[in-house]
């Protein structure tokens, strides 16, 4: 007879061990410390900017996954909780008095508590069902909140929409905020907080309950859960980490208009989350990583950087459903059962060559579009850090040439990587 480990409910310790409210400290000390060592490996003000942008896009795109990923509720106006609490944090800012009794770090409360409120004011005629009916409320009060951001110029300050000046807030510790570091570490210190407090609440009894409502509301019911109320504090939740989000670019950038919470700005963060992908934890994480560097970085390489941001989307969408989360996670059988190496070779062999492939054909499409509109008598481009005529015809062959031989050899090489997958994720032979 084997001996069965039991939990007694009335030991917290036990408790902690055995149920939701579970977190390991490795990742989030990893986490710290990357996010404190970030800014000396990248020491230039624009880089530093760019990482505020990104942990900013972390949060909101948790957020929204709380919604979508735990919540099965697909918002098409969820940027607006996050404006919303950026315009509150912004006009905090304003009111001088106020503003110069407060620390700057306790100013993104504010905006999530804005953000809650609104939530909770939508939230409790939205949540009554999920779905299309959900997608459709949510985008008709988007459009109604972004057309009132210049009926009410009071509240949204019209068409120039507020700014404000984070540096009149009471010193912290006789830190004024002056410099972008400290903005930095401000950002970092929140997105880190954020994190945590989502991560614990999908591990908590409404967060698995979110997850039930989400795969089967009737079967909810009829455990005797009202998927209404699951859904409302879902949504009420993200609200709040969503205006939180809405008061860190407040004070990254002291200048909100409409353009935050406007339809445009909320399709950007479902992309972000799908992207990522909506089934895990950390893939809004990835995902806002990712598209922050494509809307920072290859912007400043390429007019053309939304439509690979894009094309990059669909194709996930399309063959990558969970997204590039859930890319990396198909690997972890492999890893388990110690067949990793296996796939090592066949990856070189094949996703090299359709890379080269891939960049070939971005080079094709760079020089059709260089080919349309430049101007009259700008013949020369550069394409990968190479200057060339496009207007002669060599360029042209070596292109469709790279193109059609990386695709080849990638065609040739796939059914030897698919043995190789599937030898890496089968128990037994050799490793």
């Not at 900013?56 to 098409?76: D, E, K, P, R, W």
């Not at 019209?158 to 404000?164: D, F, K, N, Q, R």
């Not at 009149?168 to 945590?196: C, H, K, R």
């Not at 015809?393 to 599937?422: H, S």
Request: hydrophobic share 55%; net charge neutral.
């Amino acid at each position: 007879m084997t001996d069965q480990i039991t939990t007694d409910p009335t030991k917290p310790a036990q408790r902690m061990r055995a149920g939701s409210m579970t977190i390991t400290i490795g990742p989030w000390i990893v986490a710290a410390i990357a996010l404190m060592a970030m800014p000396y490996i990248f020491t230039s003000n624009s880089a530093l900017t760019i990482m505020n942008q990104m942990w900013i896009t972390v949060v909101f795109a948790l957020a929204y996954n709380m919604l979508l990923g735990q919540g099965g509720m697909l918002s098409f106006g969820h940027a607006v909780y996050a404006g919303v609490g950026g315009f509150a944090c912004m006009h905090i800012m304003n009111m001088s008095d106020l503003f110069a009794a407060m620390p700057l770090p306790v100013l993104p409360i504010f905006g999530g508590l804005f953000g809650m409120g609104l939530a909770m004011i939508v939230g409790a005629f939205s949540t009554r069902s999920a779905g299309t009916v959900f997608a459709m409320i949510s985008l008709g009060v988007g459009e109604l909140i972004a057309a009132c951001s210049v009926i009410i110029v009071a509240f949204f300050g019209g068409e120039e929409g507020i700014s404000g000046d984070r540096t009149y807030a009471m010193p912290f510790f006789g830190n004024e905020f002056l410099q972008q570091i400290d903005v930095y570490y401000l950002t970092s210190f929140w997105v880190l907080v954020s994190a945590v407090l989502m991560y614990l609440w999908s591990r908590t009894p409404v967060g698995r309950m979110a997850n039930a409502v989400r795969d089967n509301p009737e079967r909810a019911e009829f455990l005797g859960y009202s998927a209404r109320w699951v859904r409302f504090y879902s949504f009420v939740a993200s609200g709040f980490f969503a205006g939180v989000a809405g008061g860190l670019f407040a004070i990254n950038y002291e200048i909100l208009t409409e353009e935050n919470l406007n339809t445009a700005s909320s399709g950007v963060i479902l992309l972000v989350t799908f992207l990522g992908g909506v089934g895990f934890f950390f893939g809004p994480i990835i995902g806002a990583i990712a598209f922050t560097l494509l809307q920072t970085v290859l912007s400043l390489q390429t007019e053309l950087w939304a439509f690979y941001a894009g094309t990059l989307f669909v194709a996930t969408v399309m063959f990558f459903p969970g997204g590039l989360a859930g890319l990396l996670m198909m690997h972890v059988p492999a890893f388990k059962l110690g067949k990793a190496n296996l796939l090592v070779v066949p990856y070189i062999k094949t996703l090299i060559p359709a890379a080269i492939g891939v960049f070939g054909l971005c080079a094709l499409v760079e020089m059709v579009f260089h080919f349309r509109h430049a101007a009259t008598g700008d013949d020369e481009m550069t394409v990968f850090w190479m200057t060339f005529d496009s207007h002669t015809i060599m360029p042209w062959i070596i292109a469709v040439v790279v193109t059609a031989v990386g695709f080849g050899i990638m065609r040739m090489t796939a059914p030897a990587m698919k043995e190789a997958w599937n030898a890496a994720n089968t128990a037994g032979g050799k490793s």
